[in-house]
Structure formats: structure tokens, C-alpha cells
């Protein structure tokens, strides 16, 4: 095992659903808050506060707009959040050999 690798690993996505809300934004522009909601099986509020803990780092952002009258929340992963997933992926394969 390479203990650099280990102190490489982003604390901030240790954490499955934020992992998986930074994968989902690599491989799309953006995706709003229902579509996240239905790909991770989470509730509002749990979303809600993983989704604000990434925004919180400046790793995603969030858009508003408005859809048929109805608000829609847009997020997308940022440059830093994009360079902290690609380090943190790079420190989990190094941990792993691969």
C-alpha cells in the first residue's frame, strides 16, 4: 500500500452519494435536483445536504431557473471539483495498484 495515496483520498468524497453526485457530473454537463433524486434514491433533504456540502466546497454550482412555472435546480461540477475527483479516483487506484 502507498500511504501517500491514502493522504491523497478527498475526505469530501469518502462519502458514497457525494462520490456519486461528482461521477454522475463528469459524464453530464448538468443535472437537476429531481434526476438526482430518482439515479440516487435519496430524499429531498439527505440530497439537499450532500448536494450543499459540494457546493459548500466550490466543487459543483448550482444554477435556478424556472420550467413551466416551476423552479428547477441545475448543478454542474466546477474545474475544482472536477481536478478533486480526478485526484481523489488517482489516489484510490494507486491504492489499489491499478
Known amino acids: 500500500m502507498n500511504p ?3 493522504a491523497d483520498l478527498d475526505r469530501l468524497l469518502e462519502h458514497r452519494i457525494r462520490l456519486a453526485i461528482c461521477v454522475l457530473l463528469r459524464k453530464q454537463d448538468r443535472i437537476n435536483f429531481t434526476r438526482f433524486k430518482t439515479l440516487l434514491d435519496q430524499t429531498d433533504g439527505s440530497l439537499g445536504a450532500q448536494l ?3 457546493e459548500d466546497a466550490g466543487y459543483i454550482s448550482a444554477e435556478k431557473t ?5 423552479p428547477v435546480t441545475w448543478y ?3 474545474e475544482t471539483g472536477t481536478q ?3 485526484r481523489h479516483v488517482d489516489a484510490m487506484q494507486a491504492l489499489l495498484g491499478t
Request: glycine fraction near 0%; avoid cysteine; charged fraction near 35%.
Open 76 to 78: 454542474a461540477l466546477t
Open 4 to 6: 501517500e495515496a491514502l
Open 84 to 86: 478533486a475527483l480526478a
Open 52 to 54: 450543499r456540502k459540494l
Open 66 to 70: 424556472f420550467e413551466a412555472r416551476k
